[in-house]
Structure formats: structure tokens, C-alpha cells
């Protein structure tokens, strides 16, 4: 089926026929043509007249721009501008329903004097704003001072209103808004084809502004989402980077409060396994309150409130879950206004986080306690077992000086066995005490500077009888430039004597050892060699733990706990030193520890 032709193509269609005739024809007809001819224009200019047609262009024109752009300041200023380009009005604005309040608002204005909008009652017409608003209706009138409907309307009156315009902005049939447009000093500018283009304007203006409104609305909520996960990734990267309970809480606090635009706040930490609740950072701090399950009530932590003299805040609780038990609250509050509604979820979503950072550090205080519980109860038995030992060692030594009767030579292996087995407890007393003392931070270390060669000499000099008894040779190079480090004394022949000590242990008889010392801009170097049973890979990993030895026979036959190397290398960290070695298991290894030089000597 063809379609039927439109009034445009009969148009056109009957203009070609009467030209072809006006070509053709002559006399009569001819006059005739010209007739029809003049008619059919005169018929095509009353249906469509030239202004008509620019209005139109104009309407095409103007809203051309709407929505090509989704900022909604931007959107509105497209449409005022179109709405006075159309109207030719004087003055006009746009009003939206805020979603907040439910009224309208102006958002966009043209050639109102800034005192007028900032009015209570603006020098619009609100009574005609209302009336679109509440009927849905436009309302035009060209002289608003003698139309009767608004006879008893007291803005119009009042301003002296002439001519007015006003049609709704509707988007799915739904009203957001209303566009205004007045005149007080010319009467007759608007008309009902006036209305009609301002209600066709209005169709394709409501579209836009409610795009870019929704738009603004969601890119919001999407930026407020992204700096929020950009806060929690940095919450999550802070609050693990250490394990300090306080630190982590401060963080955690500070946050909830920025964030949720509080006033105020604090975090209750569960005391043990008990269900009190102590607050530990923020208002309050140091109060504590009963919790002993389900929703918490605000009036369970009134003490510390009314000690605040914030009962009359606004309060905002979340608990703090680890599994499923309540670890910690998060409560922020605030003096007058109410919290945004992302303030809850956001602050959910920060103690979900630092659930984890709390429960961490908990953990580590209370390894840490008992480390220390751990150092404590070594420190007490070693200083209760030197007593009882120095007695036996110091009997064993009467006794085989013959100093209460003759001995013999049994008694005397006996003797030998009992003073043996005593210093290897002293050993271990000696070492288990100083690993207390440097892990509750009680040894004391004194640096100075020190002549390094004269202390390597003096240990090497006490161990030779070591030596000698395996018949190793020992050597020591010393580079000329080494003179002074900064050391503790005891501590540094403490580390001499545990290093040389072991290599002359784990080095067969008639082996080699050799002492080098070398120096750069900043450190001394002490490198022990020897040619001894070396090192496993396997037990390399381990050899600084405490109480490691190696399963070797060789090094299960010598005297030893396992501790020397692990308070060497305490001791030289202690000194603002580095210690290592290098190995090869059935080739011999190197040990070596650095100290800082020392400017001048002593
Ligand atoms: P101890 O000598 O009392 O066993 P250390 O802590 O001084 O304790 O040494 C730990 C372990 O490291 C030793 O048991 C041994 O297995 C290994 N070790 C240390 N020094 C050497 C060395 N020079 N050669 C081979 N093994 C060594």
C-alpha cells in the first residue's frame, strides 16, 4: 500500500502542474493559471506563515544544544538561554523539585536582580509557579494586571506583573520542575502560540536536565565511592604496615571521623576474654562499659557520655567483628545535624578493615608478652642458678686441691667430670642471660672507641691454649689503615672470642685459621678463615637461630647450646654492626662481623 501524500507533496505537485500551465498556456488560461498560482501561495503561506516557520527553526535551533552536555549547570544555562532566545522575554528562570526538601528551587536565572532572588518572597510570581506546579498546566497571560485570574494573586499585583509564561518541565509524566518567564513593563508579549513553543521547548529541556541531573548524581556517587576505596586501600596499607595497637587505632579513629563529618568519637576494645568494653582511643578514653552481646544501648555507655556532656549528641555505633564475636565499637557522634546516610555503611566497611589490623596487633602484644613473660622468667633462673653453681665449681676445686683429705685419682676423674658439666652450665646461664637482657632491653652497651688489632691480639692470645690442644695454626693480617672502631669492649671480645672459638671447635686438628681485617670509607671488617667441616646449605638458613647446631657427629661432640652465634650477631646489631659468612660443607668457612670506624682513638 502507498502512502498517502502529505499536504507538502500536493503542495508541490500542484505548484509543478500550474507552472507547467503558465509555460503552456496563453489568454484565458493563461490569466486563469496566474490566479490558481496566487491562490495556491496565498493557501501555502496561511498554513505555514513566515514567522511560524522561524519560530520554528528557532525552536529547532535553540534546543539543538540540549544534552550535549551532562554537567547539570551546564545543561540549565543551555535551556535559559534558549527559553529567553524564544520567548523574547525579559527575565525568566527555571525552578526543580529538590530531592531533598520536596520544593522548588531556582537553579538557573536570567536578568533577575540578584537581591530578587536572594528575597524571601522573589519577585516572581510564585502563585503562578505553584499553580503549573500543583495542575501541570502552562498558564500564559498577556496582561496578567487586568486578567481576572489573577486579580487576587498578591505577587502579581504586587510587582505589577504584565506579561507572564510558565509550563511545567515533565519527564515521564512525572513534573520536576517549571520554566519562567515574565515581563512587568510590556503587556502583550506572550500569546498561546507562545505557550505552545515553550511547551515543546520544555519536553526536550526536561529530558536534558533530568539526563545531566542523574548523570551529576551518579558520577557523585561514583567519586565518593572511588576517594572512599581510595581511604580503605590507604587504611589497609597504613594499618599494616605495623604492628603498633595504638597507631592502628589512632589511624582507625581519625578516619571515622573525617569521614563521616563527625564531631567527635571513640573505639572500645573487649578486655581479654571478659565482656567489659574499655574505651582505648578517643572521648571517654580510659572509661570502660558492659557488653555482653546483641545491639549495644547508648545508655550502656553513658558514663562516659555525661562525662562529655554529650547526651544530647547524635550517636553512631558499629561494632567491630572478628569472625563472629565483637572484638571492638567504632562510635562517632555529632553535636546537632545528622549524619549523611553513607555515614553507617561507610563506617561498617572501615571497621570490616580494621577488624583485621586490630586483631593483628592484639596478637602480636600478646606474643610479645609472653616473650617478655619468657625473658623475664630466663633472667630470674639464671641469676637463681649462678649462686648454687659458683658454690659446686668452688667446692670441686677444694676438694681436688686436697684441701679436705687426700683424693684420689678416681675421686679426682669425678671431680674433673663435676667442674666440666658446671661450666657448660655456666655457658648456658651466661648466653640464656644475655639473650633476656638483650630481648627485654637491658643490656647495657657502651661504645667507645677501641684499638681493633690490640683486641683481636689479646683474644687470640687467650684462646691459644684452645689452639695449641688441636695443634692449629693460626694467622692475623691486619690491613695498615685500621686503627679505631666504635665498640663495646666486653661485647666485642665476646663476639672475637664465640667466632675464633668456633673455628678452632669445628676445624679438625693440625687445621688453619687465619684472622683478616680490612676496612672501607665507613666499616672494619674481622673475616675468620677456616679449613674446617664447613656448612650444609640446609643448616646455612638456620645458623643464627637459637639453638641450632648442626646434627654433624663432629659438632655434636663439642661443647655447645646453639646460642653463641645467635647473641653475636645480637651483639654486633647492638653495635651498629653487620655479621655474616660464607661456607662450603668438607672445605672450611669464612665468618665475618663489621663495626663502624671511629675518627679517633682512645
Ligand atoms: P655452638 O657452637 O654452641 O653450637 P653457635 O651458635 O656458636 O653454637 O654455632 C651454631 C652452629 O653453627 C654450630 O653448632 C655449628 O653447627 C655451626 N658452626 C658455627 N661455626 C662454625 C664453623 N666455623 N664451622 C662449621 N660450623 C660452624
Redesign the pocket.
Known amino acids: 500500500m502507498s502512502k498517502p501524500a502529505s499536504f507538502d507533496d500536493n503542495l508541490k505537485d500542484l505548484r509543478r502542474t500550474i507552472n507547467e500551465l503558465v509555460t503552456r498556456a496563453d489568454g484565458q488560461i493563461l490569466k486563469r493559471a496566474h490566479e490558481a498560482q496566487a491562490r495556491v501561495e496565498l493557501l501555502a503561506s496561511s498554513t505555514s506563515p513566515p514567522e511560524e516557520q522561524a519560530r520554528l527553526a528557532m525552536l529547532y535551533e535553540v534546543s539543538r544544544t540540549f544534552g550535549s552536555s551532562l554537567d547539570q549547570t551546564e545543561a540549565l544555562n543551555q535551556v535559559m538561554d534558549a527559553v529567553i532566545n524564544l520567548t523574547g522575554a525579559g527575565r525568566g528562570c527555571v525552578l526543580l523539585i529538590m530531592p531533598d526538601t520536596g520544593e522548588l528551587d531556582i537553579q538557573a536565572a536570567r536578568n533577575f536582580e540578584k537581591q530578587d532572588l536572594d528575597d524571601e518572597e522573589m519577585q516572581v510570581s510564585r502563585t503562578v509557579i505553584n499553580e503549573v506546579f500543583k495542575n501541570g498546566e502552562g498558564i500564559v497571560t498577556s496582561d496578567a494586571q487586568t486578567d481576572t485570574r489573577f486579580a487576587d494573586h498578591v505577587s502579581v499585583m504586587r510587582y505589577s506583573l504584565r506579561s507572564v509564561l510558565c509550563v511545567p518541565l515533565r519527564v515521564r509524566g512525572e513534573i520536576i520542575g517549571v520554566v519562567y518567564v515574565d515581563n512587568a513593563a510590556k503587556s502583550g508579549l506572550f500569546d498561546a502560540h507562545d505557550l505552545e513553543m515553550l511547551e515543546a521547548l520544555a519536553t526536550q529541556a526536561a529530558v536534558a536536565i533530568e539526563n545531566a541531573r542523574l548523570y551529576t548524581q551518579t558520577d557523585a556517587a561514583l567519586s565518593q565511592r572511588v576517594s572512599e576505596l581510595e581511604t580503605l586501600q590507604r587504611i589497609d596499607r597504613e594499618l599494616n604496615t605495623g604492628l603498633d595497637l595504638d597507631r592502628v587505632l589512632e589511624l582507625t579513629l581519625e578516619w571515622a571521623i573525617t569521614e563521616t563529618n563527625a564531631h567527635g568519637g571513640w573505639i572500645a576494645i573487649r578486655s581479654g576474654e571478659t565482656s567489659i568494653m574499655s574505651i582505648v582511643a578517643g572521648i571517654g578514653k580510659g572509661s570502660s562499659f558492659a557488653y555482653d552481646g546483641g545491639q549495644i544501648a547508648l545508655e550502656q555507655i553513658i558514663p562516659f557520655q555525661s562525662a562529655a556532656k554529650l547526651s544530647s549528641a547524635i550517636h553512631l555505633v558499629v561494632p567491630v567483628r572478628r569472625e563472629d564475636e565483637v572484638i571492638a565499637f567504632i562510635g562517632v557522634l555529632r553535636k546537632q545535624g545528622p549524619f549523611s546516610p553513607d555515614a553507617r555503611p561507610y563506617l561498617h566497611r572501615l571497621a570490616e578493615h580494621a577488624a583485621v589490623a586490630i586483631e593483628n596487633t592484639r596478637l602480636y602484644r600478646s606474643v610479645q608478652a609472653a616473650n617478655l613473660a619468657k625473658s623475664q622468667f630466663i633472667s630470674v633462673v639464671s641469676h637463681e642458678l649462678r649462686m648454687p653453681m659458683t658454690a659446686i665449681k668452688g667446692y670441686a676445686d677444694l676438694l681436688r686441691q686436697a684441701a679436705a683429705g687426700p683424693v684420689s685419682e678416681k675421686q679426682i676423674k669425678y671431680l674433673e667430670t663435676i667442674q666440666s658439666n658446671v661450666s657448660r652450665m655456666e655457658m648456658l646461664v651466661s648466653e640464656l642471660s644475655d639473650i633476656s637482657r638483650i630481648e627485654t632491653g637491658r643490656m647495657k652497651i657502651i661504645i667507645r672507641p677501641l684499638q681493633l688489632e690490640k683486641y683481636i691480639r689479646e683474644t687470640v692470645a687467650g684462646l691459644m691454649p684452645q689452639f695449641k690442644k688441636k695443634q692449629q695454626s693460626i694467622a692475623i693480617k691486619v690491613s695498615k689503615n685500621v686503627a679505631y672502631v666504635n665498640a663495646d669492649p666486653a661485647r666485642l671480645v665476646q663476639v672475637l672470642t ?2 675464633l672459638s ?2 678452632s ?3 679438625p686438628e693440625k687445621g688453619k685459621i687465619r684472622i683478616g681485617v680490612d676496612v672501607d670509607a665507613a666499616y672494619a671488617s674481622v673475616r ?1 678463615m ?1 679449613n ?4 650444609s646449605t640446609a ?1 646455612q638458613a638456620d ?2 637461630s637459637q639453638f ?3 646434627d ?1 657427629p663432629i ?1 655434636r661432640d ?11 650477631q645480637r651483639l654486633v646489631q647492638l653495635m651498629d654492626g653487620k655479621i655474616g ?1 660464607e ?1 662450603e660443607l668438607g672445605k ?2 669464612t ?1 665475618w662481623f663489621s663495626l663502624p670506624v671511629s675518627a679517633e682513638g682512645d
Open positions: 664465640n667466632i668456633n673455628a671447635k669445628y676445624t675468620v677456616d674446617g667441616i664447613g656448612i643448616d645458623l643464627f641450632f647446631r648442626s654433624d659438632v663439642q661443647q655447645g647450646w646453639g646460642l653463641g652465634l645467635h647473641v653475636s659468612f661456607s672450611g668457612s665468618f
